[in-house]
């Protein structure tokens, strides 16, 4: 097992996707995702890796750039945050429609306005409908580890989908902390060559991403759609060879302390960490609370989702996006809807946290822990609660 | 779990220095974190930087409002910023200074342990500029004993490369300058 190093994330991101012997990175540095694009920037000019590096003059630009390489048969990287994947929406359809497998990491960061630079997950939710497979990291070695995965599902004959890997700026990205990093020698033997299904080159010429007109666009989207639940079953066995090699497993669904517990708490990112803190806490005063992390985000994972809650009477659902005059936050709507035709569903307590870099404590966790007690036998108001806010 | 919270200015280097107490705590085999106050960082004005080490994996992720010790590495900023906020009673308190604990402590109203040390004159003689980011580190080593002062050989060294010689014989010096004091 490699030796652990000491390393910021956003660094350990960029060397990881080095690793994958990328072809081309085309990254537009915004905050705080800089240190990816210059870490990577900087392995490509030193000569360490044999990758052309597109200094684009948007995030619209590299995103199409990605695309154009993708599709010329290149292992393509790009990284964001915020701004810059709002203004990459336009073309996210198309590259998961194209079936070209872009991987991005996004160093998560709340979305103007006001303009906040901070973290929350405001940038990746509007983008739930793009047809792109999407995880969640939880700590540096996830970054790390995640990053390489990601090539390898994306580019699976079977799958051949754009992956977002969100990584949660600052917290995550600005964190020097321990992690391991593979050896090219180890991500060699995980990873094979980018071998797409057809490429573009003018000896060759072939269309990708022409027009469809009505008698075709529908069976488009129902593939489109397909392919993308099916991907599950890639994802887990790429999660599964990860585990046999490197001995760290990888879950659609995280459970901690989940098992008897009748209120659990459900996070994505790295606010699982802060939050089992508290489960320890109320745990050690025999309370039986839980905590349920989810790390697969598109596509949803169902079954493994209802197996994860399965016994629970309250379900609190930590979101870090808001749906303006919506049903709750994006997770909650989602929990919501997955549950509604279940007998034995627990009641969905539903927070609102951490939104622009607010901090989230162990002892705000526990305070919300406690209102899912409060819960068990009163059966909550439904609706949405923005937690801790001053009126 | 030991948190620290550095103060200094932007541009002074307050980021290299947990930087570099968290890869040698980690060079230790240890579990550490370092990470500066997030968001924008404009030179000359005030700001913190954070250390947790740990002696098994480190979960939580939010800010430290608690710390165990608290560095300064700009004297100019005691009497405007809060240094000692939070800081823990039985705490200690790393300044460069050329005043004396006594005097530290009744400005501050901090009635915990403090050691002082007048960084800034080692990093004059030993650098040539007045930057106390890793001078200070020795003097955080001796107070404390967070890390070991051989584990920093490496981090330096990867960091400053020709200039490490230098930086380590600075912080060697503040090791032993620095005076300790207990108030109480």
Known sequence: ?????????????????????????????ITP???????????????????????????????????????????????TSSQGLMLMHEILPI????????????????VSGPLNIWNDHSDIMPQRDSGWISFFAENGQEAVDMSIQSFRIAEDPEVMLPIVLNIDGFQLTHMIEAL???????????????????????DKPVSMGAYAFPDIFTEVMKVKDSV?????????????????QFGRWYKPVETYKADGAEVLIMTMGSMGETASIAVDELRAKGVPAGLVKLRLWRPFPFEEFREAIKGAKVLIVCDRAVSFGGPGGPVAAEVKSALYNDAGRPAVLNFLIGLG?????VENFKDILEKGVQAINKKPAGGYIFYGVRE | MIEIRWHGRGGQGAVTSVEMLALAAIEEGKYAQGFPSFGPERRGAPLAAFNRVNTHQIKVRSNIYNPD???????????LVNVADGLKAKGILIVNTTKTAEEISRILNFKGKIATVDATKIAREELGAPITNTT??????????????????????????????????????AYNEVKMSNIN
């Open chain 1, 357 to 361: 870099g607010r901090d989230v404590t």
């Open chain 2, 136 to 173: 200070m580190l020795g003097a955080v080593i001796k107070a404390t004993g967070v890390i070991k002062l051989d584990s920093l050989k490496v981090p330096i060294e990867h960091r400053f490369g020709k200039l490490a010689g230098r930086n380590m014989k600075a912080l060697k010096r």
């Open chain 1, 33 to 79: 995702n800089t240190h990816i694009a210059e870490h990577l920037a900087e392995i490509v000019a030193d000569g360490k890796l044999d990758a052309e590096y597109i200094t684009v003059e948007s995030e619209h630009s590299s995103i199409s750039a990605c695309c154009g390489a993708s599709g010329a048969g290149a292992r393509a990287y790009t990284a």
């Open chain 1, 228 to 244: 993308l639940i099916d991907s599950k079953k890639t994802i887990l066995k790429a999660w599964d060879e990860w585990g046999k």
């Open chain 1, 1 to 29: 097992m490699a030796k652990r190093v000491g390393m910021e994330v956003a660094i350990a991101a960029a060397e990881a996707v080095a690793l994958c012997r990328i072809d081309v990175a085309a990254v537009y540095p």
């Open chain 2, 69 to 79: 010790i608290v560095v300064v590495l700009d004297p100019g900023l005691i009497g």
């Open chain 1, 180 to 202: 391991e990093l593979p050896s090219q020698k180890e991500v060699d033997r995980y990873l094979p060559p980018f071998r797409p299904l057809a490429t573009l080159h003018p």
């Open chain 1, 95 to 110: 590259v998961s429609a194209m079936r070209l497998p872009v991987v991005m990491g996004l160093a998560n960061r709340a």
